[in-house]
């Protein structure tokens, strides 16, 4: 068994432990070597059962096991549906083959435990988990479209009870902290380091001759009931309403998936359950919108955070102290973003009182965290410590980054970013947060234009996972190698593009919330448009985003762009207008589309300025129609991005689309949805043309799509191939 991937150990008590380490990787996954290994495994431990007192499973990596194999799941297809089947379906049997031996079985949890790895230690009788906060335990197949397949399903629901693993684990995907996991009830012991959590699983074994799974052992009552019993059968027909609601009537299938398997799981047998789950799983792993996700969530993201757009010369950088110019809402939150890693940060502002309202934001922040329990005190303490408020230039000394996050104003800019430059490290990067502004105008202002980078963050700092940096013309590999890695280093992931009006996140977030104006011109309803982007997959609502963004910002920014050439007036524009010239500028003001006091509802003038068309009248814009031309406009504006060379590579669009501007993550980004449109490139340009034909040249594909309108043509192989 040289490569195999599971090491067998027998001591002088009869304990055999199992130690997973598969060879060829850094990480434990359920690849071929792993089914080949576990059937060798399984087969040596029924042969040798009767010398066996019991068995400990535990890992040689850094994690317990890192899960399924995604690089063969993302390629299945219904072709393959067969294929998947019996290979899900022998390795749920090798699992039910080591719960059954009749030795006694505990998982010692060394690592993060996810998906697969949590379901191979479900599979033991005791779960004994390090208590390491970094560890997680959890099944996250829904975030990528899949349910888990290995068993996950049919064990926490018969462990947890149906209502419990649902929500708790199954229907979010939940990553829980050993604490967490044991509070629950899915591990039985917690373990101070290596040492003491092998003992533990040993001696649990040693002390448990006659151990077996619960569903195993007569009697046994899934807590909560089954859905035979009156009480949980009274609340099941809830259940895939409330599922509606919380996904926005967004068609994710993984969810729904899950609560069949997992209610019908719990009306049969275990072994037919395992049955039922793996059908489930299969047409999931079968589907489209499994091999979007994975595509995006797994393979795009590692590309990026991988620095696949990090120029490959320049050496590792980390930021030691770092100036942020503007404490305001998007400097606070930067601050606070890299205070958390531990770096020095002078927070300088127009006076030192003013740096300390933005520095305030961040006590806020942080007071959160210590008052649910997340962040000690002494943490905290230490945390807004590393923070200095200022009205003073010259306490930038000795920053080796600065992040500008002024108001957007070009002359404003140019001085502070020129001031930083006079004072911090002589070869500071100087980083720019400018939401529109061009980075080749703004480097003007400085001696070293070659230091100068856009760092577009997003609003609300803290939570949105994504920066856009920009390369303007006289960026040097150098500077841009250096924000990435500052980027990776707040844990944040960064995607690169080009110096052009908008960069790509606010130019394409912008053709969707012109979209939905003009939706509102050509009379569909409000709400209608609200409901086709939220059926559609998107998180908000146009119209709600251009009352939060306020409407003079699309306004301010077309007028920029008519000063600049443009000559094609957006359809929205006009529809913008008119509610500014009515004063309502959006949720700030307290009214936009919307009246936001006392609560938020469609303002009742709409209907006035922007008649509502009967659905039947052939005039009307169709429902299906509205929900395309969000998607569309999106897809179309990007394709041309990338025409322009705005933006460098499919993996960056993909996760700028999703983490940045809320395109669906079902499709798996704005790019992918053109490759998996019905038809391909090929389908997505022949429905590109109707809509421009119906609806306007905005939606005509460019060269980039047409070129690709081929058979097996793709956009990722135009510009990765
Ligand atoms: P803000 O108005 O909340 O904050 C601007 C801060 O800059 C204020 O505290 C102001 O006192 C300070 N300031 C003005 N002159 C200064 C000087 N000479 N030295 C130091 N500080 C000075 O603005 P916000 O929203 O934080 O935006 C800042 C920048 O970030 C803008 O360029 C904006 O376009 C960009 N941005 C904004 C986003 C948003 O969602 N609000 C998203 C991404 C970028």
Redesign the pocket.
Known sequence: MSDSTIRWESDADGVVTLTLDDPSSSANTMNDAYVRSMAETIDRLERERETIRGVVVTSAKKTFFAGGNLGSLVQATPDTKDAVLAQVTLVKGQLRRLETLGVPVAAAINGAALGGGLEIALACHHRVVLDDTRIRLGLPEVTLGLLPGGGGVVRTVRLLGLTTALLELLLQGQQLRPSKAMELGLVHELAADRDELVAKARAWVLAHPDAAQPWDTSGYKVPGGTPSSPSLASTLPAFPANLTKQLKGAPYPAPYAILSAAVESLQVDVDTAFTVEGRYFVDLVAGQISTNMIQALWFDLNAVNGGASRPTGPEKYAASKVGV?????????IAHAFAKVGVEVVL???STE??R??KAHVEGLVGKQVSRGRMSQETADAFLARITPT?D?ADLAGCDVVV??????QA??H??LS?AEANAAPDALLA??????PITGLAEGVQRPDDVVGM??????DKMPLVELIVGERSSDEALARAYDVVRQIGKTPIVVSDSRGFFT?RVFGTFVLEGAALLAEGLAPMSIERAALQAGFPAGPLTLLDE?TLTLPLTINEEAAKAGATQEHPGIAVLRALVDQGRTGKSAGQGFFDWQPEKRVWSGLPEVFPTRNPDDGAAVPFADAQERLLFVMAVETARSVEEQVLRSVEDANIGSIMGIGFPPLYGGVLQYVDQYEGGVAGFVARADELADRYGERFRPPAILLERAVPAGSLRAAVSG
């Open positions: 110019l503007g404490a305001g809402m998007m400097g606070a939150g300088k502002d127009v003013a740096a309202k933005g009205g230039a500008e996050a002024v108001f957007e104003d404003l800019k001085r502070v001031e720019s947060n400018t939401s529109t502004l577009h963050f997003f609003s609300p700092v606010s963004v």
